[in-house]
């Protein structure tokens, strides 16, 4: 008996492997199959925007104000506690409601958490920073857009938004300078913050992976910006 339980045990931690393992492989190998392949050759640079990635998780950052978007009119200053009045960009992320809620830091981040995240079921946020140019250094890749490219991008993040203004989560912040709000969609093994990435800049005609489930799969065929 104790033979037979220690059996399905075994396979059963194999058959898990197996799964990551073919999970990782799928996305290794997408990334060399991109879609909008040369795109960045094609398109004049008219905005200048970024990825922003902590390694785990990637952002978009885009200027506050274009002729396309002033995205203070989306995201009210009035909803962060104090965003720098120097602000020139903000930057933008998708992902699950209760872990963005409840992991400020790596450190708060637990087995229960994740698992509950990749599971699915829970709803999600976006998660909204305004940035001064100096807080992108490190992690920011670069991301020159033609007009209609950022145009696309806009709509892929405001599609995101349930209908009618931005609804701010009241008293959610990490620092100063964030907000959340209110998103479409619920996060799971295959729906992550960067898969939401990579599918926006997809749909905006982007060089990028056709799926983007890691932040090195969303970054991958972008350039490290310059110091």
Not at 116 to 145: C, D, I, K, T
């Amino acid at each position: 008996m104790v033979k037979r339980w220690l059996r399905r045990i075994a396979f059963t931690l194999l058959g898990l492997a197996a799964l990551v393992g073919l999970y990782v492989a799928v996305a290794f190998a997408l990334v060399l199959w991109p879609a909008n392949a040369g795109a960045a050759a094609e398109a004049p640079a008219e905005v200048q925007a970024w990825v922003l990635s902590n390694g785990v998780h990637t952002d978009y950052v885009f200027p506050i104000r274009s002729a396309t978007v002033d995205w203070r009119q989306v995201f009210a200053p009035q909803d962060f506690r104090a965003p720098p009045p120097d602000a020139e960009f903000v930057a933008i992320g998708w992902g699950d409601r209760e872990f963005y809620l409840n992991t400020p830091t790596w450190g708060d981040l637990t087995a229960a958490r994740a698992f509950g995240a990749l599971s699915g079921g829970n709803r999600s946020l976006l998660h909204v920073s305004y940035l001064r140019r100096g807080q992108l250094g490190r992690g920011a890749f670069e991301l020159p857009l033609s007009q209609a490219q950022y145009a696309r991008l806009v709509d892929h993040v405001r599609a995101t938004l349930p209908p009618g203004p931005a609804v701010p989560i009241a008293g959610a912040h990490y620092d100063s300078q964030d907000a959340f709000y209110e998103a479409r969609g619920a996060y799971n093994l295959f729906e992550t913050c960067n898969t939401w990435i990579g599918r926006g800049l997809r749909h905006a005609g982007v060089t990028a992976s056709r799926w983007t489930p890691f932040d090195f799969t969303v970054t991958w065929h972008l350039k490290p910006a310059r110091p």
